[in-house]
């Protein structure tokens, strides 16, 4: 009889369920794309369900429930920090108390009675559950694991080494020393919100100059030759929880804290650039020093802080492992990936064999799916007009859109897993075409202006455009477009500073193409997304262009659509040309109006 493992993450941020059949992970999802609470940190109900359903199990029938920390230990480390710091932040300790007494110290006791069932319920080590999600589902029989994030239980940031079915841990930094909680610091000081934003200070890096890293060596982090550092925390407040950083930072930082929404300036510029600049030397002695210590040529990474696509990418090129595979839900949601495969290799005791090709993530598809019957249904209940096409002429129809420089919804299959569109539910463009980056941002995406976009390339081709040739499934590597696909810079143009660079198209793809001519590539193979790899193919067999404009299939504020109703709402709601769900192809000029339109316009540009 098949063993079967529910892992679960909550109470966090970015709460998931992950179900595991023999270690084969049959379904994962987040929270988040239920409940559309961008980051949701409640009871992962909806998502347990979904799993459950998946698999076609009631909660009864499961063997085991993985939690992915243990709470006792994080409570621990609340109680001392708060003691070490009072009076300040008092309220805020009360505050925290209430929930932890009423709810997060009786975990098992809260999922038997949420999922209705006496399961027995374990706990995972927060960086073990991250090293499993990296190493078991990768491609590697051995490999190195490095995984850092803000904090878990003590933990902010480990290494070690995966074989076969086992997992060691060789050292760790213990908080408040945290590279994620660094950065999250200075995402706040920026005027990015904490735990959401840190992307967006990672995409206006490129816009500034690195003028305040020797400040930071010398003032903020003291790091030495193997990654370990310690932070001053003179420059900052996280201990008691009142605010990320303190006053003595807008010393070093030229000014104070930014207001949110507030105009950037080339100071906010710099500060990300910096910032960026110093994550990265940081991973890249990391990576340095556990390769000297384990000798081995791969290297698996998870936690917050390997979403930081553009250190990746440094880590590839110039550190010394031959191979780099990351965990595409790097974070806290990975984690009930990481627990529920923990217990099935390390507590039920099974062998472990990698995947003969590619990886276990079957491409991060995990999510639910649509039939055409339903989505057929759905569109018939909003009276939307649609044309059914067949499979062989849909990614030719689309392919003609995105020719005409059209943006198109593309809603297919299984959802992601993870904080990534990968072809399931993306929004899609035309990377030749100069004014798509401003468009989608601007009047569909409703965000910043310097936000970049991703190339989705066929696998086959990707060196023919960027400086890489490896598979990037799951847009964690940033790579340089290659110089003879680049457009050089007039004087005038390459003096221009801040936002205003923005306005020179840098090679044949500038949609794609961020300020320093780099770019977040996602690799495309037909076995892993065969509708998407025809798309793309037959949009460069139209063009000669082997990619796609990929971003999320949502605005800003809100989660990733997970439904065929989401999908026609945001839809209707935004810019967008056509939407495709399915066979379907929905014409926005066909369809009644939608009444909501200005109000929630409204909303998201004020957000």
């Known amino acids: 009889m098949a063993t079967c493992i529910l892992g679960i993450s909550a109470f966090y941020h970015d709460s998931a369920a992950c179900l595991v059949r023999d270690g084969e992970i049959v379904a994962a999802a987040q929270e988040e794309r239920f409940t559309r609470v961008k980051h949701d940190p409640a009871f992962p109900s909806n998502a347990v369900a979904y799993c459950l359903a998946e698999a076609g199990l009631s909660a009864r029938e499961l063997d085991y429930i993985g939690f992915y920390d243990k709470p006792l230990l994080t409570f621990e480390r609340l109680l001392e920090t708060h003691l070490a710091t009072a009076p300040r932040g008092i309220r805020l300790f009360w505050k925290s108390m209430a929930v932890w007494l009423k709810k997060k110290l009786w975990i098992p006791q809260l999922i038997n009675k949420e999922l209705d069932c006496d399961v027995k319920v374990l706990f995972g080590d927060h960086h073990e559950s991250h090293a499993a999600s990296a190493f078991y589902p990768s491609p590697f029989h051995e490999a190195a694991i490095l995984t850092l994030d803000g904090v878990g239980e003590w933990t902010t940031t480990s290494y070690g080494y995966g074989q076969g079915a086992e997992i060691h841990t060789l050292a760790d930094l213990k908080f408040p020393h945290s590279l994620g909680l660094l950065y999250t610091a200075f995402t706040y000081f920026t005027g990015f919100k904490p735990n959401s934003g840190e992307y967006k200070l990672m995409g206006l890096a490129p816009y500034g100059e690195p003028r305040y890293v020797d400040r930071i060596f010398d003032e903020v982090v003291d790091l030495r030759e193997d990654g370990s550092f310690r932070l001053n925390m003179r420059y900052f407040n996280y201990l008691s929880g009142l605010t990320m950083t303190s006053t003595p930072l807008e010393g070093i930082l030229d000014g104070p804290v930014r207001k949110p929404e507030s105009p950037l300036t080339q100071r906010e510029m710099d500060i990300a650039r910096s910032c960026q600049v110093v994550t990265e030397e940081i991973t890249l002695r990391m990576a340095r020093h556990l390769h000297a210590e384990t000798g081995m040529d791969s290297l698996c990474m998870a936690g917050g802080v390997a979403l930081n696509c553009v250190a990746n990418g440094r880590i590839l090129r110039e550190g010394p492992f031959e191979r780099l595979w990351i965990q595409p839900a790097a974070g806290d949601a990975g ?273």
Not at 377 to 389: D, T
Not at 499 to 528: C, G, M
């Open 335 to 607: 984690g009930a990936l990481g627990v529920a495969l923990a217990l099935w290799y390390r507590y039920c005791g099974n062998e472990r064999r990698p995947p003969v090709a590619g990886d276990g993530m079957s491409a991060s598809l995990l999510g639910p799916s649509y039939p055409d019957a339903e989505i057929g249904h759905i569109l018939e209940e909003m009276e939307a007009p649609a044309q059914s096409l067949s499979s062989g002429q849909l990614p030719v129809r689309v392919a003609q859109l995105l020719q005409e420089e059209k943006v198109v919804g593309w809603f297919q299959g299984r959802m992601e897993f993870g904080p990534r569109a990968l072809g399931a539910r993306s929004i899609l463009g035309d990377p030749r075409s100069s004014r798509m980056q401003s468009q989608m941002n601007l009047k569909i995406k409703y965000r910043e202006s310097f936000r970049p976009f991703a190339p989705s390339v066929l696998r086959e081709r990707v060196a023919d455009y960027f400086d890489l040739d490896v598979d990037s499934p799951y847009m964690l590597l940033v790579a340089a477009v290659r110089a003879d696909r680049q457009i050089a810079m007039s004087a005038e143009e390459d003096a221009l500073f801040g936002i205003d660079k923005l306005k020179v198209p840098r090679s044949e793809i500038p949609a794609v193409t961020h300020v320093d001519y780099s770019a977040r590539v996602q690799t495309v193979r037909r076995e892993d997304n065969p509708r998407y790899y025809d798309l793309i193919q037959a949009f460069d067999r139209l063009t000669g262009c082997p990619l796609v404009v990929n971003t999320s299939f949502n605005v800003r504020g809100e989660p990733i659509v997970n439904t065929p109703a989401e999908a026609y709402r945001c839809f209707m709601r935004t810019e967008m040309d056509y939407l495709v769900m399915g066979n379907f192809l929905v014409d926005k000029r066909d369809q009644p109006p939608w009444r909501e339109e200005v109000a929630w316009q409204e909303e998201f540009e004020l957000d």
